[in-house]
């Protein structure tokens, strides 16, 4: 036995499904999906033709009824009613009265955009309810309402939810999903019966029912950020590097290379389109929880771009690269598409664009730069400046502690709050990295600066890419966040070399 998932792609971008209450639904739930397979084993075209179900998919729904999920694979979501107000279209109902065609208002929608696919997956399923689930999820026409149309099959996906056993109702925290109890199955089954009473009815003459019968609700928890060998934790995960001049075969200088990330930013983000992930533009809804990183997007020259593994970069007087969080999902495919064939930077209109030359491969940002010679100790230094992200706290407060507050702003998502006024908290950075205290920082430091964000001095080279060690934004480059003009030379962040 492997583990398997079961997909579903809404081609219209939004599920549209609602709960026995009436409420509208996120996302289908285990329970949904098992009564959509349930219905296609008995009136789909595997189907025999008398309301049953042939044995081998009978078997299969009754070790899906039997067998929760392991993990659900949950794409963003977003209600597309618009708030404070209520949309309503008037339709034709198919009666009429008077001689008039009889009309009835109708919300446009209440269901759910949906970023992506959903998947539900199962770490031990038989080959044989395998083959038989495969089967089944192709007379699957609809995921909830009819208007509602999906597209299912068993392709792999990473999930983002585990399910956890050891939750009781009491348990606070998590996702609350609604999943099939012994039984269910039997339970479709009379419903069925009970909605058809003669095989001459039309569905006009059809009362169709629902039940919330042999239903329970267990409890998922968000899976935590990938780890590598050893316990550390690289917050960012891949690197794409394209190989760069400034038009005229050399080195964009410092002083400029903030704007030119902002300009490369900008490019990414036309070329992707409508739709942009939030990974990309940093605009996150109100009720979507903000990662630590995102994307970012540095300049290196080719002086410190020698010191990493990359070896096809000869020649090249510099390079952009292109830095994908750990935690990104099927976002990294939109971002790669986007970066497909990009061979020139527009920056501005008085002078040539940069040429850019993709190497073609996807490094590992863990092992992307190479260690120190044995006897050395790699330093890194702010060039030329660097702009604290928060005001000078109270007390004895230096910019060398408003640094490693920005180190440790990139691993905020895997550090714990401390007490008012505690000594100090070890950063995940190792050997030589001082203490900070999250609670000796004014709350502001919680919110989106306004400035670009400034550049640490850790010295670990297993996660620092050059200028890459902030919270979604390159040190010294360029990332995700609030598109903003050029900074002035004085307010300007910049990166390690």
């Known amino acids: 036995m492997a583990?398997?998932?079961?997909?579903?792609?809404?081609?219209?971008?939004?599920?549209?499904?609602?709960?026995?209450?009436g409420r509208s639904e996120p996302f289908p739930s285990p329970a949904r999906l098992l009564s959509a397979l349930v219905n296609a084993a008995h009136i789909g075209t595997t189907a025999p033709g008398d309301g049953t179900a042939k044995p081998q998919y009978a078997a299969a729904l009754t070790w899906l009824e039997e067998h929760l999920p392991?993990?659900?694979?949950?794409?963003?979501?977003?209600?597309?009613?618009?708030?404070?107000?209520?949309?309503?279209?008037?339709?034709?109902?198919?009666?009429?009265?008077?001689n008039k065609y009889k009309t009835e208002a109708?919300?446009?929608?209440?269901?759910?955009?949906?970023?992506?696919?959903?998947?539900?997956?199962?770490?031990?399923?038989?080959?044989?309810?395998?083959?038989?689930?495969?089967?089944?999820?192709?007379?699957?026409?609809?995921l909830g309402e009819m208007d509602s149309p999906v597209v299912m099959s068993t392709e792999k996906v990473e999930v983002n939810w585990r399910l956890d056993p050891a939750a009781t109702a009491f348990t606070p925290g998590g996702l609350r999903v609604q999943v099939p109890s012994s039984g269910r199955?039997?339970?479709?089954?009379?419903?069925?019966s009970q909605?058809?009473?003669?095989?001459?009815?039309?569905?006009?003459?059809?009362?169709?029912l629902t039940s919330g019968g042999f239903l329970r609700d267990v409890r998922y928890v968000s899976v935590e950020p990938v780890k590598h060998n050893g316990g550390d934790h690289s917050p960012w995960r891949d690197v794409l590097i394209f190989l760069a001049d400034d038009g005229a075969g050399r080195k964009i200088s410092p002083e400029r290379r903030v704007s030119w990330c902002v300009a490369f930013h900008k490019a990414l983000i036309k070329r992707i389109g409508n739709g942009a992930p939030p990974i990309v533009t940093g605009c996150y809804q109100q009720n979507m929880t903000k990662p630590a990183n995102r994307l970012a997007i540095q300049?290196?020259?080719?002086?410190?771009?020698?010191?990493?593994?990359?070896?096809?970069?000869?020649?090249?007087?510099?390079?952009?690269?292109?830095?994908?969080?750990?935690?990104?999902?099927?976002?990294?495919?939109?971002?790669?598409?986007?970066?497909?064939?990009?061979?020139?930077?527009?920056?501005?209109?008085?002078?040539?664009?940069?040429?850019?030359?993709?190497?073609?491969?996807?490094?590992?940002?863990?092992?992307?730069?190479?260690?120190?010679?044995?006897?050395?100790?790699?330093?890194?230094?702010?060039?030329?400046?660097?702009?604290?992200?928060?005001?000078?706290?109270?007390?004895?407060?230096?910019?060398?502690?408003?640094?490693?507050?920005?180190l440790g702003f990139v691993w905020r998502d895997r550090l714990d709050a401390v007490p008012?006024?505690?000594?100090?908290?070890?950063?995940?950075?190792?050997?030589?990295?001082?203490?900070?205290?999250?609670?000796?920082?004014?709350?502001?430091?919680?919110?989106?600066?306004?400035?670009?964000?400034?550049?640490?001095?850790?010295?670990?080279h297993h996660s620092a890419l050059h200028g890459a060690r902030q919270c979604g934004r390159p040190l010294g480059g360029y990332g995700a966040g609030r598109r903003r003009p050029e900074p002035s030379p004085g307010r300007r962040s910049v990166g390690t070399g």
């Open 106 to 142: 109708r919300t446009v929608s209440d269901g759910y955009a949906i970023d992506g696919v959903i998947g539900w997956v199962w770490d031990d399923m038989p080959d044989d309810v395998r083959n038989a689930v495969a089967r089944l999820c192709e007379d699957v026409p609809c």
């Open 299 to 406: 300049y290196v020259p080719a002086s410190v771009l020698s010191q990493s593994t990359v070896k096809s970069v000869s020649g090249a007087p510099g390079a952009f690269l292109i830095m994908l969080p750990s935690d990104v999902n099927d976002d990294e495919a939109v971002v790669l598409r986007a970066l497909a064939g990009m061979t020139q930077l527009n920056h501005r209109r008085d002078e040539a664009p940069a040429r850019l030359r993709p190497v073609g491969e996807v490094f590992d940002a863990q092992c992307f730069w190479r260690p120190p010679a044995q006897g050395t100790r790699r330093l890194w230094s702010p060039t030329p400046v660097a702009v604290p992200e928060v005001a000078r706290q109270r007390g004895d407060w230096t910019f060398e502690d408003a640094i490693l507050l920005s």
């Open 3 to 21: 583990p398997v998932s079961i997909t579903a792609h809404f081609p219209l971008g939004v599920y549209h499904g609602h709960a026995a209450d």
């Open 70 to 98: 392991n993990g659900i694979c949950l794409p963003t979501t977003m209600n597309v009613t618009i708030e404070a107000s209520r949309i309503f279209m008037h339709r034709r109902n198919g009666s009429i009265e008077n």
């Open 420 to 460: 008012k006024r505690y000594p100090g908290l070890p950063l995940a950075g190792g050997p030589g990295t001082r203490t900070w205290s999250r609670s000796d920082v004014a709350p502001s430091h919680h919110e989106e600066p306004e400035l670009l964000r400034p550049q640490d001095a850790a010295g670990r």
């Open 195 to 208: 909605s058809h009473p003669h095989e001459d009815s039309s569905d006009s003459d059809r009362e169709f």
């Open 185 to 192: 199955i039997n339970a479709l089954r009379e419903l069925h």
